[in-house]
């Protein structure tokens, strides 16, 4: 995980959230670490992290802890597709893969013959 001031230089979205300007320069480690020590040494630190999260719920934005799941498939192809026999008469073909049909984000199917490996991200 990058720190925010990393964010900060990289990313337009997140010097927006803070008005940063973009022809401002990015506070460094120690403004951020002095900063973060002087909310600490005044007991502010829960009391913000308390309005924003107040801030985040009145407006519907606040995600509780299990409230969303990210999944994603990613499709592994079996070795052989084509229901071959080998020398003993034995079929090739795998008989747990079967045909996955994918659409990408150009709107073109691929169909290939394998498995799907499911990952859920909460």
Not at 10 to 19: E, N, Q, S
Not at 20 to 32: G, R
Request: some cysteine; overall charge positive.
């Amino acid at each position: 995980m990058f720190p925010c001031w990393v964010f900060l230089a990289r990313d337009l979205l997140f010097r927006r959230f803070i008005a940063l300007d973009i022809s401002e320069s990015v506070p460094d480690h120690s403004t951020f670490w002095r900063f973060r020590q002087k909310l600490d040494k005044l007991l502010l630190m829960d009391k913000l992290l308390q309005e924003i999260n107040s801030q985040l719920i009145d407006k519907g934005l606040y995600i509780k802890s299990g409230g969303v799941s990210i999944v994603d498939a990613s499709v592994i192809e079996a070795k052989q597709c084509c229901p071959n026999k080998d020398k003993y008469k034995h079929s090739t073909q795998d008989p747990d893969a079967k045909w996955n049909v994918k659409v990408g984000s150009d709107g073109k199917s691929k169909s290939t013959y394998g498995y799907k490996a499911h990952i859920n991200v909460d």
